[in-house]
């Protein structure tokens, strides 16, 4: 992982619930997503260079950084760090820890990510409040659900706008049942490969997801099938992953 490319490590949603991510009333919030796929042979590593960088970042009481990581059973680690604007991608998140650590020891550290993977990206995506089914009462009682069903809905630019509105759609009609499959939604931004909506659902573990989304969508009925047919004509694609937020791999100074 190179130094320059990093918001770093990691970021969510939750420490805050990719994802329940702490956060403010806003009505979007951005994010800098950093993806690394890992080689299989190389997680244990990987995983051990993460704890290695979150450990200095505590032991050096690193202010400038703060991550939360989502792992995924295709052996995928995104790492989101909130920003304010396009701005906050040149500051250093950890001139203190290279001058704390020395920089050869920095050095290496980082030219050991490099070593686990073939390729790595960087991208924006932002929380949107507004499309997302996440009541302020149930925020706090998330602790716990450290599962992610993650939906990602690609679509054309041209029909992006129509699939938001079909968004608003489904939570309305949510709302209307009061449904127990809460989850948060999330738009592509700058840097992402296609355009896509995420939709972020927490659970205990997987068995859970299934039984809420059992629950779900007898409860929804048939109010659920022209909106979602209206969906299925305008997407291009579905990617479905079950992420895990990884609390052993994310730093938050607050939270020190």
Known sequence: ???????????????????????????????????????????????????TLADNCTKYNVKEAKWVAVSTDDLRYFHLSPIVNMADLDKSRFSLLRDKMGESEFNELFDNFDNCYDTHFDYIIHLDNNLSYMPKDVRSTQVGMEFRKLEFWYVTPQNFPKVLALAKEFKDLYAEKNSKEYYQLFRSGFGAVGQFILVSIPARNP??????????????????????????????????????????????????
Request: charged share 30%.
């Open 1 to 51: 992982m190179k130094f320059k490319s990093i918001p770093f490590l990691i970021s969510i949603l939750l420490i805050s619930p990719f994802f329940l991510i702490a956060q403010a009333d806003a009505d979007s919030q951005a994010y800098w997503v950093h993806e690394d796929p890992v080689y299989p042979a190389k997680v244990a590593d990987y995983e051990g260079y993460c704890t």
């Open 207 to 256: 068995e859970d997801y299934e039984r809420v989304r059992k629950e779900n969508k007898e409860l929804l009925g048939e109010a659920r099938t022209p909106v979602y047919e209206q969906l299925l004509k305008l997407i291009t694609r579905v990617e479905t992953l079950n992420g895990y937020i990884r609390a052993d791999l994310s730093y938050d100074p607050e939270k020190q």
